[in-house]
């Protein structure tokens, strides 16, 4: 599966955001063999199972420069490195407990040249500072993720959307998601024809939410 594949979705890219997103499969392939960020088998899917999979968010919201989003447990970089590429106006803050992929991301955000990624070794609820929306891969289940990011996400919205998750999760949530009253849940198969992404969601959950 090559970058075409990202290309296909996100036809208006620009040229040095297609050059990043090429870049992306030479610089993980080399850094995942001396440091394991991402399995041996998704390696090869990169651009399927982490790219663009990672901008199903991009489908549900753009997000305005000057805006900050967080990034949690965000592993080797996803969903926030493709986030950043397509957002280059946009502050991303990438924040993981685990220091060796910390480093592989540094090291992915120094060969993009990217200068709105900020990467921070540390679990998020040590974290300082409020951002507009927080982003995620299924690091945990809703409720213990909403009260790992509680606090982080500021008040006043400048989006359409009022500030809040969004949250990349797959198969059934209705009992994960049951007491959350606002939530919102995008399918992505209404933005991706591949079948990996038939059980695949974006989640909502503005600021006020319970749980």
Known sequence: MTAEIVFKYFPNLSDVQQQNILKLEHLYKDWNQKI?????KDIDELYLRHVLHSLGIAKVQEFKPGSKVLDVGTGGGFPGVPLAILFPETDFTLVDSIGK?????????????LNNITTVNSRVEELKGQFDFIVSRAVAAMPTFTHWVKGKIKKDSEHERRNGILYLKGGDLSEELKDYKTVQIYDLPNFFEEDFFQTKKVVYLP???KG
């Open 36 to 40: 394991n960020v991402v399995s041996r």
């Open 101 to 113: 992929k910390i480093k592989v991301v540094d090291e992915v955000v120094q060969g993009l040249e």
């Open 207 to 209: 600021l006020k939410f």
